[in-house]
């Protein structure tokens, strides 16, 4: 079974960074491509950034290309999002997910419970 675990939101900068970090309780973290979702405030959940379940392939919504980074760990089940250069407009909860390599979320099969990310000008 799939438990995912979201860490590492809080309260930063313009221009500042923080690393969004989720973990899998389960044994099948390698099998999976992660993603990383997002939602602000009054609007529908956007696509991030996903990682193929080997790390070889990454991809991004244009607008954090440059400055967020996905990594993955499988030994410790767990994927990362590195971001900075932080914006406003970057102001969301954020979402990690389980399942086929994608940027849609229809694509991933489980969930974590989303960490608060909040940028102040």
């Known amino acids: 079974q799939v438990q995912l675990v979201e860490s590492g939101g809080g309260l930063v900068q313009a221009g500042g960074s923080l690393k969004l970090s989720c973990k899998d309780s389960g044994r099948t973290f390698p099998s999976f491509a992660m993603g990383w979702f997002r939602q602000p405030p009054g609007k529908e959940r956007e696509f991030v950034a996903t990682i193929k379940p080997n790390g070889g392939n990454t991809d991004y919504r244009d607008s954090v290309k440059g400055r967020f980074t996905i990594s993955r760990d499988n030994a410790k089940n767990t994927v990362y999002l590195q971001m900075n250069g932080l914006q406003v407009e970057d102001t969301a909860v954020y979402f990690c997910?389980?399942?086929?390599?994608?940027?849609?979320?229809?694509?991933?099969?489980?969930w974590g419970q989303g960490t608060q990310v909040t940028v102040s000008s």
């Open positions: 997910a389980a399942g086929s390599y994608s940027g849609h979320p229809r694509a991933y099969e489980f």
